[in-house]
């Protein structure tokens, strides 16, 4: 599965969007791409995932460029609690035994303040 | 539901002991994972299990073994413990259906070994 390039850490206002921001130049057609976060002390949270169609659900928004070469996780919203770790991760449609294998890098740590 | 449980939440070995981390999941789901997490870096994949009676090893699976003799129950055994396996552990399980990688994790166990 190819890599992705996040910057190390990002800050944002409580109640504004919070863009993050994913670069992934050498994706293969078939790759998703899936974000996590991580609350500190906590176990990763899945957030939202897509192939080539922005996507959102009732956490998060994802938009993906045309040419599927990065990639922006928005949070409408900020608020305290989503002060954590995220992270972009490319992962191809697994059978068997790599299924659920996934690469996490370091991810961005996102804060938010009041 | 209470979905991925791991016992305990810390522990601190001396060099050369042994434990077992628990984790147990009631989400029915066949495949479950263990990942390791060192001080401000992203998670490392130590084993996995695509069902029950079935295991097989990560990217970092030396000092470690499995069993997977039930659905639900996926130990992660250290037999002779180091500094280096110091970390914290992560459990998680995915369920079967589909190729979406939505992984759900316990709260971890913060190992010590001195």
Redesign the interface.
């Known amino acids: 599965d190819a890599k992705t390039t996040q910057p190390t850490s990002m800050d944002c206002a409580e109640g504004r969007a919070a863009n993050l921001p994913c670069n992934h130049s050498t994706i293969s057609g078939n790759e998703?791409v899936?974000w996590?976060r991580q609350i500190h002390?906590?176990?990763?949270?899945?957030i939202i995932?897509g192939l080539k169609n922005n996507e959102t659900n009732e956490m998060a928004s994802l938009i993906i460029t045309e040419d599927r070469k990065s990639s922006t996780l928005i949070l409408p919203h900020a608020t305290l609690r989503d002060t954590a770790v995220y992270?972009c991760?490319l992962?191809s449609?697994?059978r068997?035994?790599t299924?659920?294998?996934?690469?996490?890098?370091?991810?961005t740590q996102l804060t938010v303040w009041p | 539901n209470a979905g991925?449980t791991q016992t305990p939440k810390f522990r601190i070995l001396k060099i050369g002991q042994s434990m077992t981390l628990q984790c147990t999941q009631d989400m029915n789901h066949n495949?479950m994972?263990w990942?390791r997490q060192d001080p401000?870096?992203?998670?490392?994949?130590i084993y996995?299990s695509?069902g029950a009676g079935i295991t097989?090893k990560?990217e970092v699976p030396n000092g470690y073994n499995v069993s997977r003799s039930t659905t639900e129950d996926f130990p992660l055994r250290l037999e002779l413990a180091a500094p280096s396996q110091t970390s914290v552990y992560?459990c998680?399980s995915?369920g079967r259906s589909g190729?979406?990688?939505?992984?759900?994790?316990?709260?971890?166990t913060q190992l010590s070994v001195l």
């Open positions: 998703y899936y996590y002390s906590q176990g990763p949270q899945y995932h992270y991760i992962k449609p697994g068997g035994s299924l659920g294998r996934l690469y996490f890098g370091r991810g | 991925v495949y994972y990942y401000g870096m992203g998670l490392k994949l996995y695509v097989d990560g992560f998680a995915r190729y979406n990688e939505k992984l759900f994790f316990g709260s971890g």
